[in-house]
């Protein structure tokens, strides 16, 4: 068949009507299986090791807590000793060396308690059995039974001073505790913002893949009609020079596609052998829906004001200074001089056997008692005092940190609800677009068909329908971003907001928050 220039709009349009359709197609979907966005939230919670830095933190503060809580432990104490003596006496016969023979036997056994108020407990009992030998035969055993009461007078009873550690060590607890529930949430949603960024790269690579074939579907039919004479020998250079371009355009789309599967497998906690492995996302991105009630003006304090309730990390800063004002209570209660009274009452016995355990049940008398004070009073306590300095200055600090935080929650709130609100206006633009410019490419076509196009004119229009379909795909890609952004930024990315990780439930951070 020999070709004219009137079957130049039918070749054109026999040759070219594949690379219009498949340059015309909605963006692609990927159909192989892969991993859904819930998914890949559970197992990125289950088995990044980038959270269990924050477990350990928890279980270090337990283990704290656990030793400033046995410093109030009843505690068990006893002492067993066996003596033997042989004392020379002035001789009473010229020439004789006399001595003294005796052994005896001491032992002592009690329990003692530290209570959180500072007073201690002691009650105790002591034996005492000593036999003289030589040179007067004798034997005589003492006993004494005691319940001994240490009260510390001048610093509260010592509760502030006392316990001060313990409940610090419990409220360091609890804001670990917390601090943990901001990371699972952190880490849910750095896991969906890399979830949708592969998503994006793995359509945009393969709109780039199609792309090149349909250049180099231009370039087969380009090169027919060169050969046939119907279109000069510039427009196969044109259309080479355009599958070169796409072909590097889809090689770098296809490193982005892999550096993105690559990122989410870290997110998701995966060992080191199985990262090339990582599932790609199938779950397509959130339907964009309308949010003027949430991102009006009218909700913006009323968002900000949740989310400083919300948000677990603005909690533990509050939390905080708890453990940090006991401290300083501690340090400003031990500034004082320490007087402690000591109240003791018993029984003593005697009895005039070397029976180990006699003195304990003969001749006990009736109640024995002891009151004394003790006072301990450094006239500087210049250690006290830099430790006052020290921990009021770190109150300080951790409330100016509070209010940074309050103001950097507010911005990012704000920030939230116009990327939710502009995010959905770019899905609607970038879709108009995308549907201009298939109107666009199609008209193209008729007029290349008629003869008053160029394949110019028709690689412009296609370079400007694939970019219209990745902008789409990006913008999509970024409204889903918003809306879990959003949901992080609010402290809403689990249902419960308890300090127990385990009793978390993840939120669909593919919906708007409820108003």
Same mark, same amino acid.
Request: charge should be neutral; aromatic fraction near 6%; glycine fraction near 6%.
């Given at each position: 068949?020999?070709?004219?220039?009137?079957?130049?709009?039918?070749?054109?349009?026999?040759?070219?009507?594949?690379?219009?359709?498949?340059? *015309?197609?909605? =963006? =692609?979907?990927?159909?192989?299986?892969?991993?859904?966005?819930?998914?890949?939230?559970? *197992?990125?919670?289950?088995?990044?090791? *980038?959270?269990?830095?924050?477990?350990?933190?928890? +279980?270090?503060?337990?283990?704290?807590?656990?030793?400033?809580?046995?410093?109030?432990?009843?505690?068990?104490?006893?002492?067993?000793?066996?003596?033997?003596?042989?004392?020379?006496? !002035?001789?009473?016969?010229?020439?004789?060396?006399?001595?003294?023979?005796?052994?005896?036997?001491?032992?002592?056994?009690?329990?003692?308690?530290?209570?959180?108020? $500072?007073?201690?407990?002691?009650?105790?009992?002591?034996?005492?059995?000593?036999?003289?030998?030589?040179?007067?035969?004798?034997?005589?055993?003492?006993?004494?039974?005691?319940?001994?009461?240490?009260?510390?007078?001048?610093?509260?009873?010592?509760?502030?001073? /006392? $316990?001060?550690?313990?409940?610090? !060590?419990?409220?360091?607890?609890?804001?670990?505790?917390?601090?943990?529930?901001?990371?699972?949430?952190?880490?849910? &949603?750095?896991?969906?913002?890399?979830?949708?960024?592969?998503?994006?790269?793995?359509?945009?690579?393969?709109?780039?893949? #199609?792309?090149?074939?349909?250049?180099?579907?231009?370039?087969?039919?380009?090169?027919?009609?060169?050969?046939?004479?119907?279109?000069?020998?510039?427009?196969?250079?044109?259309?080479? *020079?355009?599958?070169? +371009?796409?072909?590097?355009?889809?090689?770098?789309?296809?490193?982005?596609?892999?550096?993105?599967?690559?990122? @989410?497998?870290?997110?998701?906690?995966?060992?080191?052998?199985?990262?090339?492995?990582?599932?790609?996302?199938? %779950?397509?991105?959130?339907?964009?829906?309308?949010?003027?009630?949430?991102?009006? %003006?009218?909700?913006?304090?009323?968002?900000?004001?949740?989310?400083?309730?919300?948000?677990?990390?603005?909690?533990?800063?509050? +939390?905080?200074?708890?453990?940090?004002?006991?401290?300083?209570?501690?340090?400003?209660? %031990?500034?004082?001089?320490?007087?402690?009274?000591?109240?003791?009452?018993?029984?003593?016995?005697?009895?005039?056997? #070397?029976?180990? /355990?006699? =003195?304990?049940? +003969?001749?006990?008398?009736?109640?024995?008692?002891?009151?004394?004070?003790?006072?301990?009073?450094?006239?500087?306590?210049?250690?006290?005092?830099?430790?006052?300095?020290?921990?009021?200055?770190?109150?300080?600090?951790?409330?100016?940190? /509070?209010?940074? @935080?309050?103001?950097?929650?507010? $911005?990012?709130?704000?920030?939230?609800?116009?990327?939710?609100?502009?995010?959905?206006?770019?899905?609607?633009?970038?879709?108009?677009?995308? #549907?201009?410019?298939?109107?666009?490419?199609?008209?193209?076509?008729?007029?290349?068909?008629?003869?008053?196009?160029?394949?110019?004119?028709?690689?412009?229009?296609?370079?400007?329908?694939?970019?219209?379909?990745?902008?789409?795909?990006?913008?999509?890609?970024?409204?889903?971003?918003?809306?879990?952004?959003?949901?992080?930024?609010?402290?809403?990315? &689990?249902?419960? /907001?308890?300090?127990?990780?385990?009793?978390?439930?993840?939120? #669909?951070?593919?919906?708007?928050?409820? @108003?």
């Amino acid at each position: 068949m020999t070709f004219t220039l009137r079957h130049l709009p039918f070749a054109i349009c026999v040759l070219m009507s594949p690379l219009a359709a498949q340059t *015309a197609e909605s =963006p =692609p979907v990927i159909t192989r299986p892969g991993l859904s966005l819930r998914d890949a939230l559970t *197992a990125s919670l289950r088995d990044n090791p *980038a959270l269990r830095v924050n477990e350990t933190v928890i +279980e270090q503060r337990s283990g704290f807590l656990d030793q400033t809580a046995g410093a109030f432990d009843w505690n068990t104490f006893a002492t067993v000793a066996a003596t033997e003596n042989r004392t020379p006496l !002035a001789p009473v016969i010229p020439g004789s060396t006399p001595t003294a023979h005796s052994h005896g036997l001491t032992y002592t056994a009690g329990v003692s308690r530290l209570l959180r108020n $500072g007073v201690v407990l002691r009650p105790n009992a002591a034996v005492s059995v000593d036999d003289q030998v030589s040179p007067v035969s004798s034997a005589a055993g003492r006993s004494s039974v005691n319940f001994e009461i240490l009260v510390p007078l001048l610093r509260g009873l010592g509760r502030d001073s /006392t $316990g001060a550690v313990e409940a610090a !060590a419990r409220g360091d607890v609890k804001v670990a505790k917390l601090l943990y529930q901001h990371a699972l949430s952190t880490q849910a &949603f750095n896991t969906a913002v890399s979830y949708w960024s592969s998503r994006a790269a793995d359509d945009a690579y393969l709109v780039q893949r #199609d792309v090149e074939r349909s250049a180099a579907r231009l370039v087969e039919s380009t090169k027919v009609l060169v050969d046939s004479r119907i279109f000069p020998p510039a427009y196969l250079l044109q259309a080479e *020079a355009n599958l070169r +371009e796409k072909r590097t355009v889809r090689i770098n789309a296809e490193l982005e596609s892999r550096s993105a599967r690559f990122t @989410l497998g870290q997110q998701l906690g995966l060992a080191p052998e199985q990262i090339a492995e990582t599932p790609a996302p199938n %779950d397509g991105f959130p339907p964009v829906t309308e949010a003027g009630a949430l991102t009006s %003006d009218a909700m913006r304090t009323p968002m900000i004001r949740r989310a400083l309730v919300a948000r677990a990390d603005y909690v533990a800063s509050q +939390e905080s200074l708890v453990p940090l004002n006991l401290l300083a209570r501690q340090a400003q209660i %031990d500034l004082k001089p320490r007087l402690d009274l000591t109240v003791s009452a018993g029984y003593r016995g005697l009895s005039n056997d #070397d029976n180990a /355990t006699d =003195p304990l049940r +003969e001749r006990m008398t009736g109640g024995n008692g002891l009151v004394g004070l003790s006072l301990d009073w450094p006239f500087n306590n210049s250690y006290q005092r830099g430790l006052l300095r020290e921990r009021r200055a770190n109150i300080a600090q951790v409330e100016a940190q /509070t209010i940074q @935080l309050s103001q950097l929650i507010a $911005g990012q709130v704000l920030l939230a609800l116009e990327q939710v609100r502009l995010r959905a206006d770019a899905v609607r633009s970038a879709q108009d677009t995308v #549907d201009l410019s298939k109107r666009a490419l199609a008209a193209q076509y008729e007029q290349l068909k008629t003869g008053d196009g160029t394949i110019l004119d028709v690689i412009s229009l296609e370079n400007i329908s694939s970019g219209a379909r990745i902008r789409y795909i990006n913008a999509h890609a970024s409204y889903a971003t918003a809306l879990a952004q959003l949901r992080f930024t609010l402290g809403l990315i &689990f249902k419960e /907001t308890g300090i127990a990780g385990a009793s978390l439930s993840l939120e #669909d951070l593919t919906t708007q928050p409820a @108003l």
